[in-house]
């Protein structure tokens, strides 16, 4: 049996990796239940967050002003990417837009290799969160500690706005009814675009943070995709308490699976989604169509 200790330390990666899926699975949940749109290209506004995010670093050498404008950036990629190429497929198909966007992000990630190369970009660790913590007698680096805490005040800035605000009903309302909000006389389409483009901001703020723990590379988002499509189906789709509970559980199953049994970990992610399937085919806080 480990020591305490490391259990401490697993429980504290598990935070870390959940509140950084929140940030990813926040916009493709709402972008899902909204649109009914399965955007794949979410992979790589993650990925070029990481690379922009690089690239403003070396530039500036300040990593607020990368975590800023990174996130700006892929946004308004997002909004001309949904304008221009997703909002003529909404009333076809899904497996239309879901094709469109698995070939915007082959091409993103053409370009990444294009503009950055093949190799992998390593990316300092911000100065300010450099070496280890003292948690009650427990080492910890403290820039997990530093996700941590910045990705669970993001998460709770985004379920302020969405609790608090006028905007945040009209998303929440559009999630179960979009037709109805469009009638009561809200643009749904602007709704739409700002969400998709909010989803690839948080999107790209998520791989800015992760760049110095695991280095940007083009093919990271098609790795971090697949957790995120499993917090998705776990959580519900337009469910921001879906996301935020879904990435909690899947953070913890891969971080005390690792820690317990090195060889299935991933396997227990996926056991996991089978399980809330077979319950409850919609997830956990998904609803069912009517």
């Known amino acids: 049996?480990?020591?305490?200790?490391?259990?401490?330390?697993?429980?504290?990666?598990?935070?870390?990796?959940?509140?950084?899926?929140?940030?990813?699975?926040?916009?493709?949940?709402?972008v899902a239940g909204m649109m009914k749109v399965i955007?794949?290209?979410?992979?790589a506004f993650y990925m070029l967050g990481a690379y922009i995010?690089?690239?403003?670093?070396?530039?500036?050498?300040?990593?607020?002003v990368a975590a800023l404008l990174a996130p700006l950036g892929v946004g308004v990629l997002g909004l001309l990417i949904e304008v221009s190429a997703i909002r003529p497929l909404y009333r076809r198909d899904p497996l239309y837009t879901l094709l469109l966007t698995l070939g915007l992000t082959l091409v993103l990630i053409q370009l990444v290799r294009v503009f950055w190369g093949s190799q992998?970009?390593?990316?300092d660790t911000p100065a300010f969160a450099q070496g280890m913590v003292n948690l009650a007698?427990?080492?910890?680096?403290?820039?997990?500690?530093?996700?941590?805490?910045?990705?669970?005040?993001?998460?709770?800035?985004v379920w302020l706005f969405l609790a608090?605000?006028?905007?945040?009903?009209?998303?929440?309302?559009?999630?179960?009814?979009?037709?109805?909000?469009?009638?009561?006389?809200?643009?749904?389409?602007?709704?739409?675009?700002?969400?998709?483009?909010?989803?690839a901001a948080l999107a790209a703020l998520a791989g800015v943070l992760v760049g110095p723990l695991t280095s940007a590379?083009?093919?990271?988002?098609?790795?971090?995709?697949i957790d995120a499509f499993v917090v998705l189906v776990i959580g519900g789709m337009g469910s921001f308490k879906g996301a935020v509970i879904g990435s909690l559980v899947v953070g913890l199953?891969?971080?005390?699976?690792?820690?317990?049994?090195?060889?299935?970990a991933r396997g227990a992610i996926f056991l996991l989604m089978a399980l809330v399937l077979l319950v409850r085919p919609t997830g956990l806080f998904g609803e069912a169509e009517l």
């Open 1 to 30: 049996m480990p020591p305490l200790s490391i259990w401490i330390t697993q429980a504290l990666n598990a935070l870390s990796t959940g509140t950084l899926l929140i940030l990813i699975v926040a916009g493709l949940s709402f």
């Open 217 to 225: 590379y083009p093919e990271m988002g098609i790795e971090i995709i």
């Open 53 to 64: 995010g690089f690239s403003v670093l070396h530039w500036t050498q300040n990593f607020w």
């Open 137 to 157: 007698g427990i080492l910890y680096p403290k820039y997990r500690l530093f996700i941590l805490l910045f990705s669970g005040v993001v998460t709770l800035a």
């Open 164 to 199: 608090r605000t006028e905007m945040g009903l009209v998303v929440r309302a559009g999630t179960y009814d979009p037709e109805m909000v469009n009638a009561l006389g809200t643009n749904i389409s602007r709704v739409f675009t700002l969400v998709f483009a909010f989803g």
């Open 39 to 43: 955007n794949i290209a979410h992979a």
């Open 253 to 264: 199953a891969a971080s005390f699976g690792a820690a317990i049994w090195p060889g299935l």
């Open 120 to 123: 992998i970009r390593s990316i």
